[in-house]
């Protein structure tokens, strides 16, 4: 009986001696199967609205000024990568840009980006 609690007094010596390369080895095989099943952290702190203003990303439309004297502690544009691209390769201003981002993905969802209404063909509208 005495050996049985000595063995156990030994073990959570042990886990408690070893606990952070425990949690860290426990942390990594949790992220290996979040990513495995297609779950993402989103991102946190990267970027600031400062930089997206420096990129050249606000307008009258759209101000980034304002959230900066707010002091809204955000981490700037969500997909600002996807919208410089295009402002890159189609040489277009930040307002088209966007514009043209969101008519995208109105588009990937069968939605007409003129009227805002879905394209399915068995869609019926009452006016």
């Not at 979040?34 to 009258?60: K, Q, R, V």
């Not at 809204?72 to 996807?82: F, P, Q």
């Amino acid at each position: 009986m005495i050996s049985y609690i000595i063995v156990i007094v030994l073990l959570l010596l042990l886990l408690w001696y070893y606990r952070s390369t425990i949690t860290h080895i426990a942390s990594l095989v949790a992220n290996k199967c979040n990513t495995l099943i297609g779950y993402h952290l989103l991102p946190t702190n990267e970027g600031s609205f400062e930089a997206d203003i420096e990129d050249g990303l606000t307008s009258s439309h759209f101000n980034l000024q304002e959230n900066i004297d707010e002091q809204d502690n955000r981490a700037g544009l969500k997909d600002r990568e996807e919208i410089m691209r295009i402002m890159r390769t189609q040489k277009v201003s930040f307002d088209e840009a966007r514009l043209i981002r969101q008519q995208n993905i109105l588009k990937k969802n069968n939605i007409d980006p003129v009227t805002g209404l879905p394209l399915d063909p068995k869609f019926v509208s009452f006016s």
